[in-house]
């Protein structure tokens, strides 16, 4: 039937060399997950391996952001990047909205938190037509006592949110702050919401959202390997490095490197 195979020797080299930064796509949705998703070059510049970034001057930034509004819908550790990007990077008129599962009645002081859903639904085609709209989004820290179900829920209404607005809007950009391993200080918080939990919400955002477009900001391995106390809110050097590829994944076509 077939004339089949010739036996070959598969030679392969194993060298410690790092992959080469100019073999890196530019970073884009659905990239593959690397085995590293990068290393600290020392203790404050953060090496992504997932696709080409760079270390963004406030002149570049801005560039970036120019013809953009960019809104951050999420919890506190995406209020820390708002931060960042106003305090370090200097740019002005950044929308950011605390977003967090509603439980009962919820502290008055977040009384205007609804769903990430309800929130892009109230961005129109008269809103981005005066810039393109930059979304933010994060589902984490708060979702830790959510059941499977519950939780995938909650991803579902944004993910048709997310295709609804990008059928609007085409030129929005859309991005997911994944989540990172947390203070793992007691043997409760292991019970209710351990790491494995955020690892987990990880793969299912990444599922869910798969495929549409939304670009996955990973920062899982930048974390865990930054020298720090690893904490549910990294300190600012941390959070620095993550906006460094948060805007790599936002202006791809400006990275140089
Ligand atoms: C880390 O490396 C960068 C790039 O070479 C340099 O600008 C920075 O000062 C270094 N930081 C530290 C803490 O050594
Ligand atoms: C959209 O436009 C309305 C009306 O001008 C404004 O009130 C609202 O804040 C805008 N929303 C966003 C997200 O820009
Ligand atoms: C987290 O904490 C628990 C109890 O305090 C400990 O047994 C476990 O080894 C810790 N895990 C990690 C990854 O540090």
Not at 193 to 210: E, H, L, P, T
Request: with cysteine.
């Amino acid at each position: 039937m077939s004339s089949c195979c010739h036996l070959s020797l598969i030679h392969i080299l194993i060298s410690d060399a790092l992959l080469p930064q100019e073999k890196l796509k530019p970073c884009a949705a659905d990239l593959r997950i690397p085995l590293s998703d990068g290393y600290w070059y020392n203790k404050s510049v953060f090496v992504p391996l997932v696709c080409k970034s760079q270390q963004w001057t406030i002149d570049q930034a801005a560039r970036c952001l120019a013809d953009k509004q960019i809104i951050l819908y999420g919890d506190s550790t995406l209020m820390q990047i708002g931060m960042v990007l106003k305090n370090t990077f200097k740019i002005k008129h950044i929308i950011s909205t605390f977003v967090f599962p509603m439980v009962a009645n919820a502290v008055m002081r977040f009384k205007k938190g609804v769903l990430e859903s309800d929130r892009l639904d109230r961005i129109s085609q008269v809103n981005c037509s005066i810039a393109n709209h930059v979304i933010v989004l994060n589902f984490a820290y708060h979702f830790g006592a959510f059941t499977n179900r519950a939780y995938l829920e909650r991803l579902y209404h944004a993910k048709l949110a997310v295709q609804n607005l990008l059928s609007r809007c085409p030129k929005s950009i859309v991005l997911i702050k994944l989540s990172h391993p947390r203070d793992n200080e007691s043997i409760e918080q292991s019970v209710h919401s351990s790491n494995w939990v955020f690892y987990d919400m990880n793969r299912m955002i990444r599922r869910v959202f798969g495929g549409i477009g939304v670009r996955f900001w990973d920062i899982w391995d930048l974390v865990i390997s930054s020298f720090e106390n690893i904490n549910v809110h990294m300190n600012t050097r941390v959070i620095v490095q993550e906006v460094h590829l948060m805007l790599s994944y936002i202006c791809p076509e400006l990275v140089m490197t």
